[in-house]
């Protein structure tokens, strides 16, 4: 198998009520890549959230006695901590330099998902308001434009326990199953798979993030040709829920 990696070029500085749809392909007719059946479309948070007016005004903010209790446990602006207050259900830890928190999506992730890279100064992204609804409308405009079945998935940087660094992690979906479960499947010596499943949503992100960069590659949308196994997961009702562990069976949070 083999798999290609295509980082999107001519993707402008998106505003605020920017088409990301239109803009995605635009680009992809500029540069002559077209879209072939099984294309899947990796689109970084940020872009969503800009183009859906997603900010945070980070001087507007009031930090309560929390926030400011917070900020000095973690050693961060307590504007930024009140935001990420404001964006969460629950705060799960507080580290030296981070926030572990339950964001209102669901996701568990530091400081909330909140962005203050690739954005104006004094603004920062938090996390898209529905990022599966926003992969649904992305992948249905560019089936129609195009006349390919495709997937889209919205892409965010996470850190993950007991390891440093962090990858591209899958926050929204459409077109694509995110976990693909291979229960009662066989491995090379002929053993039944009891209990394997495989994030295959975040693991799509991981590879594209290599192109994406974290600064100013100025890559923010990816498109993996190849993946051999797009059609047995194909599934136009997906969503990232398969993904997120209710909070009875997370062990480190009981």
Request: hydrophobic share 40%; net charge negative.
């Amino acid at each position: 198998m083999t798999i290609e990696l295509i980082g999107l070029e001519n993707i402008p500085l998106v505003d605020e009520k920017d088409d990301i749809s239109v803009i995605i392909k635009d680009a992809i007719n500029k540069q002559g890549c077209s879209i072939n059946h099984g294309d899947i479309i990796l689109i970084a948070e940020t872009l969503i959230s800009k183009a859906e007016g997603n900010f945070i005004k980070l001087n507007e903010l009031t930090p309560s006695d929390e926030a400011l209790d917070l900020a000095k446990r973690s050693n961060k602006d307590p504007n930024l901590v009140e935001a990420i207050i404001q964006q969460s259900n629950e705060i799960v830890e507080v580290g030296s330099s981070f926030i572990i928190t339950e964001t209102k999506q669901g996701f568990v992730c530091a400081n909330a998902g909140i962005d203050e890279s690739n954005v104006g100064e004094g603004l920062a992204t938090p996390m898209p308001v529905n990022a599966d609804k926003s992969a649904f409308e992305i992948r249905e405009f560019l089936e129609n434009e195009f006349g390919e079945e495709i997937a889209v998935i919205i892409t965010d940087t996470q850190g993950r326990a007991f390891r440093f660094g962090a990858i591209g992690t899958s926050i929204g979906c459409s077109g694509i199953s995110p976990l693909w479960k291979r229960v009662g499947e066989k491995d090379l010596y002929g053993r039944e798979l009891e209990t394997t499943e495989i994030a295959t949503a975040d693991e799509l992100a991981a590879a594209a993030s290599l192109i994406m960069g974290q600064a100013d590659e100025g890559l923010p949308v990816v498109i993996i040709r190849g993946f051999g196994n797009f059609d047995d997961l194909r599934n136009v009702d997906s969503d990232i829920s398969p993904l997120l562990m209710p909070k009875e069976f997370d062990v480190f949070r009981k």
